[in-house]
């Protein structure tokens, strides 16, 4: 029989049954028991449904309280010394994930590890940090456990785990003058020690995710690897495992690796099988990663087991058939979405059906006539028959066959819009503002619900909405901020809430998808051409602002962050998908500033997410994407101000891109990094207004006024005082309103205090 197998499966539950113990734990409103508890019944579940499936093995070690690159830091011991108190724990997880473990803990207080994106994907890691004198032992038995786990309920486990040289390319050195590949002898050693801990629990398989060799390797890292599993060769056999792009690069490097099977992504590249296979050493296996673990598109079937029936043929009982990468990243279960229409529901598969594919592939390479008859029908064709009523809106074509890069252009220079704007706002130096979300409590959360089932009426609804604008707008004013949001109490999501205001989406009831930690998305999916049928932020920015004096920022999310935050259409072009979507948003800027807001901002924070893995691959994205955000904000006059946001991304390599969008400012995330972020912008002399993120929104803790002074004092010595903003790195929904209010407040008093001594 073919082997079959998956990477990893959604750890959050069904319906984020992890998200509310971990927050209702971290409130210290239950125990660690009972959160063991849940996790427990998770993990069961998910072993479960593979062996339901007949896969071959079961995946243990995919289970993570937080992030798996935490969970790999943990099992290493490799902790940051602030956080180090004792033997690790839980609490000590928690701690380097997010500053803090429970609410009013006896803990450091320490701040949270930085996090950045997960490869091109919207998961965040916590980053590891490296220092000199680094010491790596097993000091964290949750892997081991979990296997035990897994076997003591009847599984064939694979395990799987980070692979060295992955783990340390992915962390950085937080001391000068010390390069943190020298680490990695030592690290190998602990690896030794896990190996033989693998070797004592019976594993006869693990998965060593090597997600880098997909990347562009410098020739120091590429050729670390055949050292590094040399020194871990043991009788446990190694699955080198990539995904997200080609391997065939490094094919010549891989080749030489002492392991026993590689693992390819043939949803992200599947023109790579054939030279994989010709230079396959005879005695590996090659895993197949067929089935798409980033999309909720239905695999078509019938294509997928043509393409790997000469695979099959050369290879025989070494050809295993799995997904693409870890199931993290598409969500649970179709089956709970009660409210997708029939005709269209049948053209998905979330990770739960896409277990079953992988079983009905395999078996169909092995003959099976039910399953070839199965493929047969679950096929493309039938798909895009269907789609073909959905897409092609005349008006939404010609719009797009009607581009020109001069259509993308504002109508001023950045020194003169500069000027128009300084007399229209008249704010002062170092002006504060927020990046737009404010807290969503459970009383705004059960007032969206309850509009949703129809339990209120549309004017009930507005009329609540209004209220919790009000309230945020009062609480601004009296913390002293300069330009004000209306707080988005209207939106469940920065990029759903669009998506359910746009034709040419469908959303989900538990379409969640992990981002980090407890915080889930529930991306939407693009089923037809896109288009704005009518204004969407109007009213709500307008109200917010008949309520002020002050400055109201309009709040918007770019088309790429739109594009990369969905699950796109796999017949259409990320290009065509992202500007369409910027149109939409052009519609909508123009409609803003007609109703006399001058200040919007268009979020970008997935800008960086997108790019491809391959440098050479990197010039081509970044144009449409830096186009698709210009055509958005082209419509906007000279005295209209445009901000832009972006999340956890590492600059130096697309600066020129970010500097291209030619937005009037920029907010970005720094505090994690300590301002480590901004040395890009110095480098490269960026000419527009900065707003660096001073406090980290992701960790409960309070940053107190020095601190925040110290941050801001620091991104002076880099950007001239007189274009830097002072805002949080992130929006505010996550938190409550004591830790935002005290936290603004601080932030307020820093800016007045600086506005003096850097004026």
């Known amino acids: 029989m073919t082997t079959t197998h998956i990477l990893g499966y959604p750890r959050v539950g069904e319906k984020r049954e992890l998200k509310f113990a971990l927050e209702q734990y971290w409130k210290g409103e239950s125990d660690v028991k009972e959160l063991q508890q849940v996790a427990a019944g998770i993990r069961k579940k998910n072993w479960v449904l593979q062996q339901d499936n007949a896969l071959s093995f079961t995946t243990a070690g995919d289970f993570a309280w937080y992030d798996h690159v935490l969970g790999t830091s943990l099992l290493l011991g490799h902790i940051p010394k602030r956080h180090r108190n004792g033997f690790p724990d839980l609490d000590t997880l928690f701690r380097v994930g997010r500053g803090q473990s429970q609410a009013n803990c006896d803990c450091s207080g320490e701040a949270a590890s930085d996090m950045t994106k997960w490869f091109n994907t919207n998961y965040h890691y916590i980053v590891p940090e490296f220092t000199a004198d680094d010491k790596f032992e097993l000091s964290w038995t949750q892997l081991f456990d979990e296997i035990s786990e897994a076997k003591q309920q009847g599984h064939n486990v694979k395990p799987v785990l980070l692979g060295p040289l992955s783990y340390l390319y992915l962390g950085k050195e937080v001391e000068e003058d010390f390069d943190r590949l020298t680490l990695l002898p030592r690290l190998l050693t602990a690896y030794q020690a896990i190996f033989t801990k693998f070797e004592k629990l019976g594993v006869e398989w693990v998965q060593m995710d090597e997600p880098i060799l997909a990347l562009e390797l410098e020739p120091k890292w590429r050729d670390s690897f055949k050292l590094a599993y040399q020194v871990i060769r043991s009788d446990v056999k190694v699955l080198l495992t990539t995904y997200f792009d080609s391997i065939v690069d490094a094919l010549p490097t891989i080749t030489e690796l002492e392991v026993d099977g590689l693992h390819i992504d043939l949803a992200a590249a599947p023109e790579q099988l054939d030279d994989v296979v010709k230079a396959l050493p005879s005695q590996w296996v090659l895993s197949a990663g067929a089935i798409n673990g980033r999309n909720v598109w239905r695999a078509n079937l019938h294509s997928k087991l043509n393409s790997l029936r000469g695979a099959k043929q ?227 920015t307008c ?92 419509s906007a006059k000279p005295e209209t101000q445009i901000h832009t946001h972006m999340c956890y991304s590492e600059f130096n390599e697309i600066i020129d891109s970010v500097a291209a969008l030619d937005a009037d400012v920029i907010t970005i995330e720094t505090s994690r990094s300590n301002m480590e972020l901004l040395n890009a912008f110095e480098a490269f002399n ?53 830790e935002t209010e005290a936290s603004l407040k601080h932030l307020v008093e820093a800016a007045k205090r600086l506005r003096t001594t850097l004026a």
């Open 314 to 540: 050369d290879l025989g009982e070494r050809l295993w058939v799995a997904t693409s990468c870890s199931l993290l990243h598409s969500p649970v279960d179709l089956a709970l979405e009660t409210q997708l229409p029939e005709e269209t529901k049948n053209w998905f598969a979330f990770a739960k059906q896409k277990v079953a594919e992988v079983n009905w592939l395999s078996r169909a390479l092995e003959g099976d006539e039910n399953a070839i008859e199965y493929c047969a029908q679950y096929s493309q064709p039938i798909i895009d028959r269907e789609l073909s009523t959905w897409v092609n809106k005349a008006n939404v074509q010609q719009r797009l066959a009607g581009l020109h890069v001069s259509d993308a252009n504002r109508s001023a220079a950045y020194a003169e819009r500069a000027h128009h704007q300084k007399e229209v706002l008249n704010l002062p130096l170092l002006p504060t503002t927020t990046i737009g979300s404010f807290p969503q409590t459970s009383e705004v959360r059960q007032t969206r619900a309850a509009f949703k089932r129809g339990a209120i009426t549309p004017a009930q609804y507005k009329t609540a909405i209004q209220g919790f604008i009000q309230d945020t707008v009062k609480r601004q004013e009296e913390i002293g901020l300069d330009v004000l949001v209306h707080g988005e109490a209207e939106r469940n999501d920065m990029v759903e809430y669009f998506a359910e205001n746009l034709s040419g989406f469908q959303t989900t009831q538990f379409g969640w998808v992990q981002s980090y930690g407890s915080r889930c998305v529930k991306p939407a999916i693009v089923v037809a051409d896109i288009e704005r049928e009518a204004p969407m932020t109007v009213d709500w």
């Open 543 to 634: 109200y917010a602002q008949s309520l002020t004096d002050k400055p109201m920022k309009g709040m918007l999310t770019g088309p790429v962050t739109i594009l990369c935050w969905t699950f796109p259409r796999e017949d259409v072009t990320r290009e065509t998908i992202t500007n369409q979507l910027a149109f939409a948003l052009q519609d909508e800027v123009s409609d803003l500033q007609a109703a006399g807001i001058n200040i919007i901002q268009i979020d970008e924070p997935a800008i960086r997410e997108g790019l491809p893995l391959k440098t050479r691959d990197h010039a081509e994205y970044l144009n449409w994407a830096v186009n698709a955000f210009k055509v958005s904000a082209a």
């Open 686 to 738: 960026y000419p527009n207004e900065i707003g660096p993120g001073v406090y980290d929104i992701h960790s409960p803790n309070v940053p107190d006024v020095e601190w925040i002074e110290q941050l801001i004092e620091k991104a002076a010595t880099r950007i001239p005082v007189e274009r830097l903003w002072v805002n949080p790195d992130c929006g505010l929904k996550t938190r409550n309103w004591q």
